[in-house]
């Protein structure tokens, strides 16, 4: 059972309006511990030009400095040799050789995931979606938390990730509800799976309650982690 799309929206925060106004990708786990940010220069510190092909006509190029290589910045999208946006200077990406960026295509629209640092806050997935090769809008979505698992049994697997980091609450290590969000992802399409995010939170929570963070209810800590997807 796939969310409707009105509900689809409301799970995504627009960040930029209209520009005009592999079979399924698996996803690793990637909560690692941040990395503070340092004021780098080339001086100290050389840049490092990139490259990556996603497909035959779309690439990304940008650079990142050769002490933090994991943060990559300037962004550009190639689209058929030309380049057809590039994010602010400021935003920094993560790239690991095993996940991230991610291309969906389905001919008429393209959609790039790349994980966008937001540190000290929980990283999250900024959608950039194509039209004609022109930059339609950006949205995003949490960051898939681990590994997709096929928990509805539909023969698909589902990406798992929840509105913010869980943080512990009192001494006894109970903390709020922090719901579970499903995602499928093909090579044509990102969808918000209802279904499976209802299993995965009565699985969890032993009840689905709502789709937003209520810290009025409280869950042992342990039990919860336990219960994950």
């Given at each position: ?35 503070e ?5 080339d001086?100290?510190?050389?840049k490092?030009?990139?490259k ?22 300037n ?17 920094e ?12 295509n ?13 540190r ?6 900024e959608v ?23 928990i ?19 001494e ?5 509800y922090?719901p ?11 969808t ?9 939170n ?7 309650y ?9 869950f ?10």
């Amino acid at each position: 059972m796939k969310i409707p799309n009105i509900i689809l929206i409301l799970l995504v925060i627009p960040i930029f309006g209209s520009c005009k106004n592999n079979n399924k990708t698996e996803i690793s786990n990637q909560s690692e511990p941040k990395e503070e940010k340092s004021e780098l220069t080339d001086s100290n510190c050389p840049k490092i030009q990139f490259k990556k092909e996603l497909s035959p006509n779309i690439s990304l190029s940008g650079f990142y400095y050769k002490c933090e290589s994991l943060w990559k910045q300037n962004i550009e999208f190639i689209f058929n040799g030309e380049k057809v946006y590039k994010t602010d200077s400021l935003n920094e990406y993560q790239f690991k050789a095993y996940s991230f960026p991610v291309l969906i295509n389905d001919g008429e629209l393209s959609e790039i995931l790349l994980e966008r640092d937001d540190r000290p806050l929980k990283n999250y997935l900024e959608v950039f979606r194509f039209k004609k090769n022109v930059l339609d809008s950006i949205y995003k979505i949490p960051f898939f938390e681990m590994e997709p698992k096929d928990i509805d049994d539909d023969g698909i697997k589902e990406y798992y990730a929840t509105l913010e980091m869980v943080e512990l609450l009192e001494e006894n290590g109970n903390i709020g509800y922090n719901p579970i969000l499903a995602y499928e992802i093909s090579e044509t399409k990102l969808t918000f799976d209802l279904n499976a995010t209802k299993i995965a939170n009565e699985k969890t929570y032993d009840q689905f309650y709502v789709l937003k963070i209520d810290n009025s209810l409280k869950f042992n800590g342990n039990e919860v982690q336990k219960n994950w997807p």
